[in-house]
């Protein structure tokens, strides 16, 4: 085995498989495609994905780079960012993550978005700016802490200027610059 290969393929194999279902159902619903019951699907998998993340942490820490490759890491982080249900989870999936990224073993821009992500779902404010709004005036930064001093803060963890993140969410989620969705739906960042 090299270094490259991860140590547990058949966990990054599970990771990947859950977080592209899980994708795949969100891009559905921000187009605002999904019905009554493939919604409740779509909440299935979250919870169920979020079950099973659960497991891998008790039983490993954080899956990082060495335990399932970077395919996969990204495919646990987009798994507990997405685990709106369970806010004490994704805080303690947050600090996990954090020690991974301090071990060197993540990306510190996914510890970024998942920290805003925590505390937006604990109804705080955000610290990076990297949680979005599609509402039906069009994509909104989530509350944030100290906007003012929001891009030094990025700059610390990796991230472009939030101007320039707001504007490639924009360009993403409302190409022809219309956002008719009704419904509000937390976005995390992209750039």
Known sequence: MTTDEPQRPDLARELIARAA????YRAKRVRDQLD?????RARHIDHANTNVLRR????HDWPGHRLVGPTAARAAWSIALHSDDDPAFQRAATTLLGRAV???DALVQHWARLHDRA?????RHQEYGTQYQLCADGIELCPLRAPESVDARRATVGLPPIAVALKAVRRRYTPDGSADESPTVVLTGAA
């Open 102 to 104: 301090q071990a060197g």
């Open 21 to 24: 279902e899980s994708s795949a």
């Open 56 to 59: 891998i942490l008790g039983e």
């Open 36 to 40: 009554a019951v493939q919604l409740g």
């Open 119 to 123: 505390l937006i779902t604990s109804r």
